[in-house]
């Protein structure tokens, strides 16, 4: 099967003999967020940071609701994000964390951007989960993300903690784990 992140190259193709970018922006929007719920943050953090590295504009411009100042630029955001994913492949390859993510598109208004709604699920060893959901808002230019927001953040469930992972049964101590994402970080 062919992996999602491909898809967008005959998309872009046609972007450029377009007047309605609409189709074309839709058929990006499905290849980003098709490869994002196809990639595996427990077998490679690396894969995310491909995904981000092909789909978004060397000047993203990045916001969140509560977040004092946009983050701008590519290497700016992709190190925030990695910010993100180390720790998560990391717990979810060594400490056993189930991660899984959903998403339901929302219709928007303008025909330059594309809204979501997404659902994170962590699940730890000891059943304990927490679900964290948010929305987001991308602005598309020939076939990249230029801009996107996050809003309407919500929390179920407490955080997890050291405890709802499988770092003792495996020999791994909580400081073997924290030396191992200081590492990767």
Known sequence: ?????????????????????????????????????????????????????????????????????????????????????????????????????????IKGDRSDETHSAWTLELRGVTGANCRVTWCSRRRWRAGHVVSEHHYNHQQIGGPLTFSDLRFSEDGITRDTANARLAKLQ
């Open 1 to 105: 099967m062919e992996k999602p992140i491909s898809l967008i190259t005959d998309v872009t193709e046609s972007i450029n003999n377009s007047s309605d970018l609409r189709p074309a922006i839709a058929a990006s929007e499905r290849a980003l967020n098709g490869a994002i719920l196809a990639a595996e943050i427990s077998e490679s953090y690396e894969e995310y940071l491909d995904i981000f590295d092909h789909f978004y504009a060397d000047d993203i411009h990045a916001t969140a609701d509560g977040l004092k100042e946009p983050v701008e630029g590519k290497a700016a955001v992709r190190a925030r994000l990695a910010g993100l994913l180390v720790p998560l492949h990391v717990f979810a390859e060594i400490g056993g964390l189930s991660v899984s993510i959903q998403l339901s598109p």
